[in-house]
């Protein structure tokens, strides 16, 4: 296969990832009907309060120390 077809796909799977995991970071569920059915649901039950803002502070503020530690040299990242 061919690098652009290659990349298409891994961002297509990343990407499906990355809507699958956003309802745990804002701490409800949804059922799993497809990506774009997941980010309207997702974006409607965040307007509807749903959102458990404490659990997103702790899911941002962890992948915001990962990042910013992936680049040291003295601490181990993950």
Do not use: C, E, H
């Not at 409800?28 to 990506?35: A, L, R, T």
């Amino acid at each position: 296969m061919s690098k652009p077809i290659r990349y298409g796909y891994m961002n297509g799977i990343a990407l499906t990832v990355l809507i699958s995991q956003l309802p745990k970071l804002f701490g409800f569920s949804i059922d799993s009907d497809g990506p774009l059915r997941n980010l309207w649901a997702i974006a409607t039950a965040v307007l509807d309060g749903r959102a458990d803002w404490a659990a997103f502070l702790v899911g941002a503020g962890t992948l915001a120390v990962i990042l910013l530690l992936k680049g040291s040299k003295r601490v181990p990242a993950s």
